[in-house]
T-cell receptor
């Protein structure tokens, strides 16, 4: 089985721009969640999607948004980029929804640099 | 919400020694506790996990213990090797949930 695939792997954006990151979960996995990793804050939960619905949301401003498609693929968008948005964005997938046992697998991440 | 504290932030050991990393959590609803290893520039990889109906779990040189009453859990690595050098993260979540609250990480350095 292919793992969690994220694109692009590396990107550089300018302050004020927007960015869209893509994630393809492991085949058969229906839950996709996103995390931001920075040296100062560690791994922080952004949001989780299950069956095309946002099920959980972390404590991030509204500039951070996401969506999930019917094939479970997910995208996240960051608008009006700030320098502090520079981070590794990790996508994670898990096989089932609430009430079931889960193992959560991470993709390689998208390295975003805002200049 | 859940809060996970992890200690120490850095840990240096000699090859062959044991290493112990400790985490505490705040939410009594949490009952699933995975540990991830992240090598430089790579993804976090699950190395072991434990559920709250189990007090200890072992996989070769790695073991995890859980004290649900005290709300803490620990990772034990025996006979450490240089390839164990990485950042280790603990996490907590209610079982069946797909959102993890992570500790800040422990950088483990194993010297030959």
């Amino acid at each position: 089985k292919a793992g969690v695939t994220q694109t692009p792997r590396y990107l550089i954006k300018t302050r004020g721009q927007q960015v869209t990151l893509s994630c393809s979960p492991i085949s058969g996995h229906r839950s996709v969640s996103w995390y931001q990793q920075t040296p100062g804050q560690g791994l922080q939960f952004l949001f989780e999607y299950f069956s095309e619905t946002q099920r959980n949301k972390g404590n991030f401003p509204g500039r951070f948004s996401g969506r999930q498609f019917s094939n479970s693929r997910s995208e996240m968008n960051v608008s009006t980029l700030e320098l502090g948005d520079s981070a590794l964005y990790l996508c994670a997938s898990s096989p089932a929804g609430q009430g079931s046992g889960n193992t959560i697998y991470f993709g390689e991440g998208s390295w975003l640099t805002v200049v | 919400g859940e809060n996970v504290e992890q200690h120490p932030s850095t840990l240096s050991v000699q090859e062959g020694d044991s290493a112990v990393i400790k985490c505490t959590y705040s939410d009594s609803a949490s009952n699933y506790f995975p540990w991830y290893k992240q090598e430089l520039g790579k993804r976090p990889q699950l190395i072991i996990d434990i559920r709250s109906n189990v007090g200890e779990k072992k996989d070769q040189r790695i073991a995890v213990t859980l004290n649900k009453t005290a709300k803490h859990f620990s990772l034990h690595i025996t006979e450490t090797q240089p390839e164990d050098s990485a950042v280790y993260f603990c996490a907590a979540t209610p079982w069946g949930y797909s959102t993890l609250t992570f500790g800040k990480g422990t950088m483990l350095l194993v010297s030959p």
